[in-house]
């Protein structure tokens, strides 16, 4: 079935370190990949998307490039910040109905 | 736009009660999934109706239940309590429909934080 593996955390940087956190995925025919991102207390907001292989997604200087000969989608930042601190989720929807899989989620802490 | 819209935020009950949860969609987003969020277990999909329907249903025991109406809008139920069902319970909506032809990133609301003591 379809699944999505994710990078263990939780991880700690130091503020303007180049942030990685992996992401592949397990899935037939053509999904799309999503990374949402979930401040404390509140719930999932979408961060990036790409939906067809080669795809670069983006969005507050966070990158993920859907990668499908390596079935990856990792999200790079090349610079964080101490607000980027929060649980990171990759996720695919591989047809159009509406279940995803989500990652197990990974914590960010950015300490200054 | 509004965004999805959760009811209430937080609930407290005791183990045996039962407790429905409600959800409020993005105005046009006919599909409305639900998803059990604990620090053990992760995100798990609890499942997701699209025009009142159930579509899709995760590996939850029948106390888990849900409907969605007319108006898109849904609740989810949760009756016999057990210490375990407390949890952050997240609705998401989407607009993804047979007809869409590809899929759609979900919007999530907020979530009902709900303690079972």
């Known amino acids: 079935g379809d699944s999505v593996t994710q990078m263990e955390g939780p991880v700690t940087l130091s503020e303007e370190a180049f942030l990685t956190i992996n992401c592949t995925y397990t899935?037939?025919?053509?999904?799309?990949l999503f990374w949402y991102v979930q401040y404390p207390g509140e719930g999932l907001q979408l961060l990036l998307k790409?939906?067809?292989?080669?795809d670069k997604g983006s969005n507050k200087g966070f990158e993920a490039t859907y990668r499908k000969e390596t079935t990856s989608f990792h999200l790079e930042k090349g610079s964080v910040q101490v607000s980027d601190s929060a649980v990171y989720f990759c996720?695919?929807?591989?047809?159009?109905?509406?279940?995803?899989?989500f990652g197990t989620g990974t914590s960010l802490t950015v300490i200054p | 736009k509004a965004g999805v819209t959760q009811t209430p935020r937080y609930l407290i009950k005791t183990r045996g009660q039962q407790v429905t949860l409600s959800c409020s969609p993005i105005?046009?987003?006919?599909?409305v999934s639900w998803y059990q969020q604990t620090p053990g277990q992760g995100l798990q999909f609890l499942f997701e109706?699209?025009?009142?329907?159930?579509?899709n249903k995760g590996n939850f025991p029948g106390r888990f239940s849900g409907r969605q109406f007319s108006n898109s809008r849904s609740e989810m139920n949760v009756s016999t309590l057990e210490l375990g069902d407390s949890a952050l319970y997240l609705c998401?909506?989407?607009?993804?429909?047979?007809?869409?032809?590809?899929?759609?990133?979900?919007?999530f609301g907020p979530g009902t934080r709900l303690t079972v003591l």
């Open positions: 998401a909506s989407s607009s993804a429909s047979p007809l869409a032809g590809g899929p759609t990133e979900q919007f």
């Open positions: 899935a037939t025919g053509y999904p799309s």
């Open positions: 790409a939906t067809k292989a080669d």
């Open positions: 996720a695919l929807s591989a047809t159009f109905r509406g279940q995803f899989y």
């Open positions: 105005s046009g987003h006919r599909s």
């Open positions: 109706y699209f025009s009142e329907t159930q579509r």
